[in-house]
């Protein structure tokens, strides 16, 4: 008697060949959705975090300068400023402020590091606001990514003063300050890419009205 045996063939699950390539396709469409969505948030948060440090660099600078303006002229002792000697005096290429503001002695401090003595300069090649303290002093900056720093100087009926002749005339200094961006933003087409930012103020010394 011959014995036939019959062999039973059993189906293992598992993916096909096309059904793994569809969903390694599935995978890699979602994680470029992924990356390009992480991409355009990071750029988003880098360009809002410049643009912050950009604001904060100019109003601090500004918050400075109007500080300093308002005490232009200061003389408690009534004879810091003879004939010829101002507060303010006018310049198109710096701004520069005096005021008898460290001792009360009735004279101006005007050598190096002396707070008594002043001056705001704007260096278009390397983009900075400088301070310098005393006419002999070094400067240091004050601001930098700066594109442009004007200022303007107005007598007591609103007219612009615009020679250092009439220095004595000034009662007001108007300041307006451009900055930019550190680094440009791919996504803002303006400017070569950077952000600015305008600010502006009117600083009327009270003591320079005197």
């Known amino acids: 008697m011959i014995t036939v045996s019959t062999r039973r063939i059993r189906n293992f699950g598992g993916f096909t060949l096309v059904e793994l390539m569809v969903s390694m396709a599935i995978s890699l469409v979602v994680l470029a959705a992924i990356a390009g969505t992480f991409t355009v948030q990071t750029r988003q948060n880098s360009a809002e975090e410049q643009v ?9 600078a500004l918050d400075l300068m109007i500080r ?64 310098k303290l005393g006419s002999t002093g070094t400067a240091e900056l004050l601001a930098d990514n700066i594109t442009a720093f004007t200022f303007d100087y107005f007598d007591a ?23 930019r961006t550190a680094r440009p933003d791919p996504s803002y087409s303006a400017n070569g890419g950077y952000r600015t930012y305008q600010i502006s103020a009117d600083i009327t010394p009270p003591n320079m009205a005197l």
Request: proline share 2%.
């Open 52 to 60: 912050g440090q950009m604001q904060q660099n100019v109003r601090s």
């Open 68 to 131: 300093e303006i308002q005490m232009a002229k200061y003389d408690p002792a009534g004879t810091a400023f003879p004939v010829g000697t101002y507060g303010v005096t006018y310049s198109g290429s710096q701004l520069e402020i005096k005021a008898d503001v460290v001792d009360g002695n009735g004279s101006i401090n005007t050598s190096s590091g002396s707070l008594e003595n002043i001056i705001y300069t704007f260096d278009s090649a390397t983009l900075r606001i400088t301070r």
């Open 157 to 179: 009926n609103g007219n612009a003063v615009t020679s250092s002749v009439n220095s004595g005339d000034i009662r007001k200094v108007t300041i307006s300050i451009t900055a």
